[in-house]
């Protein structure tokens, strides 16, 4: 290697240089906060069904953003709080750039996602793994967002699979989102056109499908996501209400 002067640290071994490794970069026009409330459709692996709520909150300042969620199901009189998830951090030249995502299930400790952009890592505090920062990650409450933000920028992105590092309580995976189709939903606030993503399971990876229809009409917010677990349990969040906020507020 070339000879380095005292104090003169390359380029290429600088902390900051080592997240923008690895991934395509994709132009992102993130949408405008908003709070959505969501029904909550669960069926089991034996056919029981459940329902629930579920809110989403979305918020940023055009340098930082906050995501929230807070889901969980109704039983008879009473409703049992299922997952609280809130992730924050910075927005930079590739869309959402987290710092943090914690996660607290039903009767399990709180978990801690960090996305350590000096040292160009992401670890995790129910697990001692360790993985490369690459470009544009995101954690698995963003990704929706993101994903919402690369259609308003430019559509025709879509036009080819959409490769994302996402982030979980315990891992860091490339997701592969692919293009479905143009779908139209039928929701409380009537029928929406949406554009349908998919990331098929992958086996040794991840081994739930996840799918997001976004509304192009309605700022790109993501109006249903859903979650088939590897046990063939369905989860499906639909969106029920949108109020929109102002940044700042």
């Known amino acids: 290697p070339p000879a380095v002067a005292p104090g003169d640290t390359?380029?290429?071994?600088?902390?900051?240089?080592?997240?923008?490794?690895?991934?395509?970069?994709?132009?992102?026009?993130?949408?405008p906060p908003a709070v959505f409330e969501m029904s909550l459709d669960r069926v089991d692996p034996d056919g029981t069904k459940w329902t629930g709520s579920a809110t989403m909150t979305w918020h940023t300042d055009g340098s930082h953003y906050q995501v929230s969620v807070q889901a969980g199901?109704?039983?008879?009189?009473?409703?049992?709080?299922?997952?609280?998830?809130?992730?924050?951090?910075?927005?930079?030249?590739?869309?959402?750039?987290?710092?943090?995502?914690?996660e607290k299930r039903a009767r399990r400790a709180e978990t801690a996602t960090h996305f350590n952009r000096d040292a160009g890592t992401i670890t995790f505090s129910a697990s001692e793994a360790s993985f490369p920062l690459m470009v544009g990650a995101q954690d698995q409450v963003t990704v929706p967002f993101q994903l919402g933000g690369i259609g308003r920028a430019d559509v025709n992105q879509f036009g080819s699979d959409i490769d994302?590092?996402?982030?979980?309580?315990?891992?860091?995976?490339?997701?592969?989102?692919?293009?479905?189709?143009?779908?139209?939903?039928?929701?409380k606030t009537g029928k929406i056109v949406t554009w349908?993503?998919?990331?098929?399971a992958k086996p040794g990876s991840y081994s739930?499908?996840?799918e997001i229809w976004l509304a192009p009409g309605v700022n790109w917010?993501?109006?249903?996501?859903?979650?088939?677990?590897?046990?063939?349990?369905?989860?499906?969040?639909?969106?029920?209400?949108?109020?929109?906020?102002?940044?700042?507020?």
């Open 196 to 200: 349908h993503l998919s990331r098929p």
């Open 73 to 102: 199901l109704s039983l008879l009189i009473t409703r049992l709080n299922l997952l609280t998830s809130r992730s924050e951090g910075e927005i930079d030249d590739y869309g959402i750039a987290p710092l943090k995502l914690t």
């Open 10 to 31: 390359p380029a290429e071994a600088r902390p900051e240089a080592a997240p923008r490794l690895g991934m395509r970069r994709y132009k992102v026009n993130l949408p």
């Open 221 to 249: 917010y993501p109006m249903q996501i859903r979650v088939t677990e590897g046990n063939g349990a369905v989860n499906t969040q639909t969106v029920s209400d949108i109020k929109m906020t102002q940044a700042g507020k």
């Open 164 to 187: 994302i590092q996402v982030a979980d309580s315990k891992d860091a995976t490339i997701n592969r989102f692919q293009l479905v189709g143009e779908e139209e939903l039928d929701t």
């Open 208 to 210: 739930s499908r996840l």
